[in-house]
């Protein structure tokens, strides 16, 4: 079974600049998240969707932060325009449909964001 | 309000030894679920193992453990006869089944493994 794809791996932008992040999660999981790690702390919840509607982006900094799911599978966070503070590692998680089991998360590799 | 707190930045203990690290949350709601995550260097989060609210034994997964004191909140994790491998850092986290049923993680523990 194929696991959670992110790319790019790797983005060092300038301040100001744009990025996008992509996501593909373990096919037929129907949740998929998207945490920010800042270096030295825990992930901190961005977005949460289920199927292609947000359960919760309560923190989500949506002046600057986008994230959409159409088709319900994968799934694009964009950062416009980026700032110094975030620098982090954006990670990519997804879970079965709520209710069906514990709830696991599978997480991606991550993508690693470095804002100049 | 969901919270769960690792009050332990940073661990090191000798190969072999056994070692707890400390996890305690708070919720109000009766359905929930603990898990700990291993995060090595290189980056990816690895499933160690789960507890849910209701379950009545501690879990048990190979050389991990989870002491659950439900009435104190605290949800440790035990790993026996550590190994240099072990060296990592250590998230607990929680989800709440009754609400929006996000998962929240705690700030860590860095545990480093002595030769």
């Known amino acids: 079974e194929a696991g959670v794809a992110q790319s790019p791996r790797y983005k060092i932008i300038e301040k100001r600049q744009s990025v996008a992040f992509w996501c593909n999660p373990i096919?037929?999981?129907?949740?998929l998240y998207w945490y920010q790690q800042i270096l030295g702390q825990g992930p901190k919840l961005l977005i949460q969707?289920?199927?292609?509607?947000?359960?919760?982006d309560s923190q989500l900094p949506k002046d600057r932060f986008s994230a959409e799911r159409l088709k319900g599978v994968d799934s694009t966070l964009k950062i416009q325009p980026a700032k110094l503070e975030d620098s982090a590692v954006y990670l990519c998680?997804?879970?079965?449909?709520?209710?069906?089991?514990?709830?696991?998360?599978?997480f991606g590799e991550g993508s690693r964001l470095t804002v100049l | 309000a969901q919270k769960i707190t690792q009050t332990q930045p940073g661990m090191f203990v000798q190969e072999k030894e056994a070692v707890t690290l400390d996890c305690t949350y708070d919720?109000?709601?009766?359905?929930?679920?603990l898990f700990w995550y291993k995060q090595p260097s290189s980056g990816e989060m690895i499933f160690l193992i789960y507890?849910?609210?209701?379950?009545?034994q501690n879990a048990t997964e190979g050389r991990y453990s989870l002491n659950f004191q439900k009435a104190r909140k605290s949800a440790n994790l035990v790993i026996s006869a550590s190994q240099l491998g072990d060296s990592a850092m250590y998230f607990c986290?929680?989800?709440?089944?009754?609400?929006?049923?996000?998962?929240?993680f705690g700030s860590g523990t860095r545990l480093s493994i002595r030769p």
């Open positions: 998680a997804s879970s079965p449909r709520l209710g069906d089991d514990t709830g696991e998360l599978f």
């Open positions: 096919s037929g999981h129907a949740t």
């Open positions: 969707f289920q199927n292609n509607g947000v359960v919760d």
């Open positions: 919720t109000s709601d009766p359905s929930y679920g």
């Open positions: 507890q849910g609210s209701y379950d009545q």
């Open positions: 986290a929680m989800r709440e089944y009754s609400s929006a049923s996000k998962i929240i």
